[in-house]
């Protein structure tokens, strides 16, 4: 079992910029792609960001140049820089965990989800 827990939300004004972070726990023999989803209520789910463990970052299209995702495997944290916020940015982001152990099995874990408002 992988808990992940966001920290960073809340409401800024479009224009500002939020941190958000996602603190893992890990097993060993174990390689990680983690990322960061988003859902307003009535929506899908989208993929916002995705770091693999050799670096590679996935973005969409939507925050491409705004967003940037980092991780610290020292503190087995992944976090998404967000600036120029937008209010179509509003949502809860979830932060994502994809754990593929040494047999090649893969396990999808999510945390509880971090409130992001933009507004005025």
């Known amino acids: 079992q992988v808990q992940l827990v966001e920290s960073g939300g809340g409401l800024v004004q479009p224009g500002g910029s939020l941190r958000l972070s996602c603190a893992a726990s890990?097993?060993?023999?174990?390689?990680?792609?983690m990322g960061w989803y988003r859902q307003d209520p009535g929506k899908q789910r989208e993929l916002v960001a995705r770091?693999?463990?050799?670096?590679?970052?996935d973005y969409a299209d939507s925050v491409k140049g705004r967003f940037t995702i980092s991780r610290d495997n020292a503190k087995n944290t992944v976090s998404l820089q967000m600036n120029s916020l937008k209010p179509e940015d509003t949502a809860v982001y979830y932060c994502?965990?994809?754990?593929?152990?040494?047999?090649?099995?893969?396990?999808?874990?999510w945390g509880q989800g971090t409130q992001v408002t933009v507004a005025s």
């Open positions: 770091i693999r463990g050799g670096g590679n970052t």
């Open positions: 994502n965990a994809v754990v593929v152990d040494i047999a090649t099995s893969q396990y999808n874990y």
């Open positions: 890990r097993s060993i023999f174990s390689i990680y792609t």
